[in-house]
């Protein structure tokens, strides 16, 4: 089978890419930005003459959540019209599309893990622009997967976790936020999860959560980092609740994984066993 990995270069693409070896069954096709840029629909069009697809990995997205707040188009311009595109052309060569979504579809007013059923409220435009890529597959496709995620980190691009390491190198004081509470996500176990739908040739379409299991603030992230790494008592960690940013971002949006855990026969690991799995590694 092939399969089509946009925005290969993001933190997702590259732990698909690391494992791609395990998968002999699977053919990968691996593009970023400059080569495939999906808000040009002719040049998706064009790619998909050259080659056919039995699946896309959709990772490509604006994911800057402060920035979305200031330049809403761009992030409407990948997320949502980016999206339309690729599932336009899904729809035109009978691919099937596999799309990363947020957490921040939600608004985080719901005191227990949401589940997919709940209604969609974002309180921020990058969410907003997310929830609108979302609803564009489910008008223009029967075949998708969407998966919500949260919190995604890995030992590759930008992240809490690389940045909460690499400051500890020459930083002894911190203060992080205590007000946000979520299910942090090792992209390793995400890409894992992805591959899986696409080898077992699943049918089960629809809209699922997965994060690893449990939840914590910023605050209890940060702070188990900082364990495992062995750095933690040489550190000043103080919490704060009050920790501004332009974006507003939900105060809890934990995501039910009752449905994927169902439905794939899934065991997901707890958010402290996959982070002490990432850094023992």
Not at 175 to 192: H, V
Not at 238 to 263: C, G, I, Q
């Amino acid at each position: 089978m092939k399969i089509l990995i946009t925005g290969s270069n993001g933190q997702l693409g590259q732990c698909i890419k690391r494992i791609e070896s395990e998968y002999a069954s699977l053919s990968f096709f691996f593009t970023d930005s400059k080569e495939l840029d999906i808000t040009e629909k002719d040049s998706l069009e064009h790619h998909f003459r050259k080659e056919s697809f039995d699946y896309v990995i959709n990772c490509a997205a604006y994911t800057n959540v402060e920035q979305s707040e200031k330049e809403p188009e761009k992030a409407s311009l990948v997320n949502a019209n980016g999206v339309k595109n690729l599932t336009q052309v899904c729809k035109e060569n009978n691919t099937i599309l596999i799309h990363i979504s947020t957490d921040y579809v939600f608004d985080g007013k719901k005191s227990s893990p949401y589940v997919e059923e709940d209604l969609p409220n974002p309180i921020n435009k990058y969410g907003e622009s997310k929830l609108l890529g979302e609803k564009y597959i489910q008008e223009i496709l029967e075949k998708y997967f969407i998966i919500r995620t949260s919190w995604l980190y890995s030992q590759y691009g930008k992240n809490f976790y690389k940045t909460i390491l690499e400051r500890s190198n020459t930083q002894t004081n911190f203060t992080i936020t205590t007000s946000e509470t979520g299910t942090p996500t090792n992209a390793n176990d995400l890409a894992r999860f992805l591959l899986q739908i696409v080898e077992t040739k699943s049918e089960n379409y629809g809209i699922y959560h997965f994060s690893n299991l449990g939840n914590v603030t910023w605050y209890d992230f940060a702070k188990e980092i900082l364990k495992i790494s062995g750095k933690l008592e040489g550190i000043k960690l103080e919490k704060t609740d009050n920790y501004p940013t332009f974006a507003k971002r939900p105060k809890h949006s934990v995501l039910s994984k009752e449905k994927v855990e169902k439905n794939f026969d899934l065991k997901i690991l707890n958010w402290k066993e996959s982070l002490e799995k990432i850094m023992k590694n």
